[in-house]
């Protein structure tokens, strides 16, 4: 069974414009976001994701948004 873990899975999700242009949009925030949170001392900004099966999409974001926090 492929998941969003599988690069098979990961180059189909992202090959439509719009799931390129929302990890864009995800990471523009994350990145906006971390240094407003340490400035206010906060230690731990929580993201979540899903979607209706939970293995693929949501899967394959919260991979890319991973490797980008690396």
């Known amino acids: 069974f492929k998941?969003?873990?599988t690069s098979e899975v990961q180059e189909y999700v992202m090959s439509?414009?719009?799931s390129q242009e929302l990890l864009k949009?995800?990471?523009?925030l994350i990145d906006f976001l971390i240094?407003?949170?340490v400035a206010e001392g906060k230690s731990q900004l929580v993201i979540a994701m899903g979607c209706t099966g939970g293995k693929h999409r949501?899967?394959?974001f919260a991979e890319m948004?991973?490797?980008h926090l690396l």
């Not at 949009?25 to 523009?28: A, G, P, S, T, V």
């Open 25 to 28: 949009k995800l990471i523009d």
């Open 16 to 18: 439509w414009p719009q």
């Open 35 to 37: 240094p407003l949170y």
């Open 65 to 67: 948004v991973y490797r």
């Open 3 to 5: 998941t969003g873990i």
């Open 58 to 60: 949501s899967v394959t």
